[in-house]
């Protein structure tokens, strides 16, 4: 009686003796169903018939065993099968590996090589293969990313994704790399919108992150410093943060930020990792970011057309100027023209020269990090050594702010309160001539020179001090109270977080970054343009190293107050004993220069990241 089950069972090894003799032709020494003969009783003939190996002999991998009595003598030393043979590649990637470090071979993984199908991108086959021997505690598994894998949902993250087939990094904890990676590999599908959009999930984060502190450290090329996606998020177990065993749920999160933060508190954890200038999610950061916004671009617009049309009205009237003494007009004659009087004392000039030194420091270091994405910004930030070393600098140039900005608060307490030498009460003091406090003379003067900006009237004569030299004065008030107050929150969040609100840190970290561009902005542009850019004084103007001006000079653009002195017959009060030495002039005045090309270079690198990328 013939037997159907013995046919079926013998079906596989038939389709191989009859397939073998062709590939025998091609060199094999040993078919294939000569070896499944001995060994059906440990590998399938089918499983090997229909596996990616089956049209492979035997052989192809067992290459030492060109002998087949040999073989079956136990004289042939079987080896451990060397797959490079074939997947080159794979090899290659896998010689790189810490699976190699650790002396996992191929087949330690592919158990499964007799049968081994192909896994047609099927991230649970992948999956399947790392928990042999990882993710013991089911942390993966449990998390979105495996329950996702495990529902068929091929754009999950699975193992491979982030540590790849073959190519497997060591991660030395804390290296470089291991920081990097951190927040690289959660960036190659976060950062993907379609793919996002694909799986409703909002790719707000990536942005959020790359424009945090955080964030702009891992663009520069600094990971190391900063938190990274799965310092928040954890590595393994990515749980919505309504679980109880999230790192973002309400419950967890003061232990996640202590991890970095070792003072934080609740409400140093209400910060928003995330937040953006959503009007209805974040209101607060969105009507912070509208006012500074407003603030930035009402400012620049007043005083960059101010500046337009003085630097227009004043190269006309060099050209008036030039005219008539080439026709041989004589501009009236002033006695002793180039007499020095003094302007400002040595303790001016001093917090003169703590300004341009801190503001120069605070923008060389400040700037990369605002415009991290720009190459000139990484240069500059390894030019300095790292971020951190940035921020070393950057504190010690907010350090200098203070201290001149200390010495600007007991200097005006002693000229409204203390000083003999100023007349009146306080209201004639804080609104007198020689007070840097706006009043309706700085009214008047503002519409002089906009008629005379469309020759409408004569150039105004000043005293001791012109509208746009008490905007400077003013606005390092604000400054100090914007970017200062503002700074101090983020050098010490701990302290600050444990009476503010995590958000604060948000709002702070909009009014630094803006107020600061603000300030750079203008100093660079309008302030430079003001002192020593426009027609009457280019390429600059030293009075602020020497402390003195010339007769000539204060009668034509302070006229008033040469005029008040000499009515109270102080002039000579005020006469400069002797110029500065040559090496001051030319040491100070260097630097003068220096400062000058370092802030012009710097407003021409932010123009071109404002027209490359728009700027963060």
């Not at 600094?222 to 419950?251: M, Q, T």
């Not at 006469?575 to 005045?589: E, Q």
């Amino acid at each position: 009686m013939f037997n159907w089950r013995m046919a079926l069972a013998a079906a596989p090894l038939l389709l191989l003796t009859i397939i073998t003799p062709s590939l025998a032709e091609q060199g094999m020494a040993i078919d294939p169903a000569t070896c499944l003969g001995c060994h059906s009783n440990k590998i399938s003939i089918s499983g090997f018939a229909s596996s990616v190996h089956g049209k492979n002999a035997c052989t192809s991998c067992h290459v030492e065993i060109t002998d087949l009595a040999k073989h079956m003598r136990g004289e042939t030393k079987v080896h451990k099968v060397a797959c490079e043979r074939c997947h080159k590649k794979e090899n290659a990637e896998h010689y790189n590996s810490v699976h190699v470090q650790k002396n996992v071979r191929c087949a330690d993984c592919h158990t499964d090589i007799h049968i081994h199908q192909h896994w047609k991108k099927d991230k649970k086959v992948a999956v399947a293969k790392c928990i042999q021997c990882h993710d013991k505690e089911s942390m993966y598994r449990n998390s979105v990313h495996g329950k996702g894998v495990a529902a068929g949902n091929m754009d999950s993250a699975a193992c491979h994704d982030c540590h790849n087939l073959h190519e497997i990094r060591p991660l030395i904890k804390g290296s470089y790399e291991e920081r990097q990676f951190h927040t690289k590999v959660c960036m190659k599908c976060h950062a993907d919108e379609k793919l996002m959009k694909k799986n409703n999930v909002t790719n707000v984060a990536v942005k959020s992150y790359l424009d945090s502190y955080h964030g702009k450290n891992y663009r520069l090329g600094f990971p190391e410093k900063v938190a990274g996606c799965a310092d928040c998020h954890s590595a393994h177990s990515i749980l919505p943060k309504s679980d109880p065993n999230s790192n973002l749920h309400p419950n967890n999160l003061v232990k996640m930020c202590a991890t970095c933060h070792p003072k934080a508190t609740p409400m140093f954890a209400k910060y928003y990792a995330h937040g953006t200038h959503d009007r209805e999610k974040y209101p607060l950061l969105f009507y912070t970011f509208v006012a500074m916004t407003g603030l930035l671009l009402g400012t620049f617009s007043v005083f960059w057309v101010h500046t337009l049309l003085w630097m227009f009205r004043g190269f006309v009237e060099n050209r008036e100027k030039a005219e008539a003494l080439s026709s041989g007009h004589v501009h009236h004659v002033v006695p002793d023209a180039h007499k020095q009087y003094r302007r400002f004392n040595r303790i001016h000039i001093f917090m003169h020269l703590l300004v341009i030194t801190s503001f120069l420091g605070l923008s060389l270091t400040g700037l990369p990090l605002k415009f991290s994405d720009q190459a000139w910004a990484i240069s500059l930030m390894k030019l300095y050594g790292g971020s951190a070393n940035a921020a070393f600098y950057h504190r010690i140039c907010a350090g200098i702010t203070f201290v001149y900005f200390g010495m600007a608060l007991v200097m005006s307490f002693n000229f409204l309160f203390i000083s003999k030498n100023v007349k009146g009460n306080f209201f004639q003091r804080l609104f007198g001539p020689d007070s840097l406090c706006p009043n309706l003379r700085d009214i008047i003067d503002v519409y002089g020179m906009v008629r005379w900006f469309f020759f409408k009237g004569p150039k105004p004569t000043f005293e001791r001090w012109t509208y746009w030299e008490k905007f400077d004065f003013i606005a390092v008030f604000w400054g100090m109270f914007a970017i200062g107050g503002s700074g101090l929150m983020l050098w010490f969040p701990e302290l600050f977080g444990m009476f503010l609100p995590g958000w604060a840190f948000n709002l702070a970290t909009i009014v630094h970054s803006d107020e600061a561009l603000l300030a750079t902005g203008f100093i660079f542009s309008v302030h430079f343009f003001n002192t020593h850019g426009r027609p009457e004084k280019f390429p600059m103007d030293f009075v602020i190293f020497n402390g003195q001006i010339g007769k000539e000079e204060m009668l034509e653009e302070r006229g008033d107050q040469w005029k008040r002195y000499e009515k109270e017959g102080i002039t000579e009060q005020f006469a400069a004993k002797r110029t500065s030495g040559v090496v001051y002039d030319f040491l100070v005045k260097g630097f003068g220069f220096i400062a000058l090309f370092i802030g012009l270079a710097l407003l021409l690198l932010m123009i071109a990241a404002f027209l490359g990328s728009g700027g963060h």
